[in-house]
T-cell receptor, first 111, second 114 residues
């Protein structure tokens, strides 16, 4: 069964550094998302992406964040200058027929 | 603003028991509702998707109901097994600026004791 994949599974970075989280959505899906989950808290929406552009973003998704689909298969989330509070699990998702399929997540630890 | 609440926050039951997890949401204008399972440190596995026009969905020992007018959904797990131990998340799909997003509850942590 097709699945969403994410790399790396765990990323440790120092505050102020740039990180890129990578996702490969399911191939025939058209809608892509990033969500995050801070430890012990709810899963929160960050951004949705359709037709090679952002369709919606939350107030969390400020100028430090960007997304890109560089080659028709990968979908990336970049955080330009990480802060301690960016430490969280980041989930990529793709959608088909109203159902979201989530990847296994990348645990980002900012020290 | 849509808010999703799940009760109870945690539940511990003996193996074989039937159980119900509850989810409520504040705004009935939803596209659909999805139940997920999350194992510790892992991703989200979709269990059931209920479209806004539907009342329930079933998959194996799982049955989810939706009452949109009252803003409630329940997940019924029959004959629980230790392998069912996980956190169960409820999420509603809402429209925002022309696209959809999921709004999640905090989850119910289920422990099934052998």
């Amino acid at each position: 069964e097709p699945e969403v994949t994410q790399t790396p599974s765990h990323q440790v970075t120092q505050m102020g550094q740039e990180v890129i989280l990578r996702c490969v959505p399911i191939s025939n899906h058209l809608y892509f998302y990033w969500y995050r989950q801070i430890l012990g808290q709810k899963v929160e929406f960050l951004v949705s992406f359709y037709n090679n552009e952002i369709s919606e973003k939350s107030e969390i998704f400020d100028d430090q964040f960007s997304v890109e689909r560089p080659d028709g298969s990968n979908f990336t989330l970049k955080i330009r200058s990480t802060k301690l509070e960016d430490s969280a699990m980041y989930f990529c998702a793709s959608q088909f027929a109203g159902q979201r399929y989530f990847g296994p997540g990348t645990r980002l630890t900012v020290t | 603003k849509q808010e999703v609440t799940q009760i109870p926050a945690a539940l511990s039951v003996p193996e074989g028991e039937n159980l119900v997890l509850n989810c409520s949401f504040t705004d009935s204008a939803i596209y659909n509702l999805q139940w997920f399972r999350q194992d510790p440190g892992k991703g989200l596995t979709s269990l059931l998707l209920i479209q806004s026009s539907q009342r329930e969905q079933t998959s194996g020992r799982l049955n989810a109901s939706l009452d949109k007018s009252s803003g409630r959904s329940t997940l019924y797990i029959a004959a629980s097994q230790p392998g069912d131990s996980a956190t169960y998340l409820c999420a509603v799909s809402v429209s925002q600026g022309g696209s959809e997003k999921l709004v999640f509850g905090k989850g119910t942590k289920l422990t099934v004791n052998p």
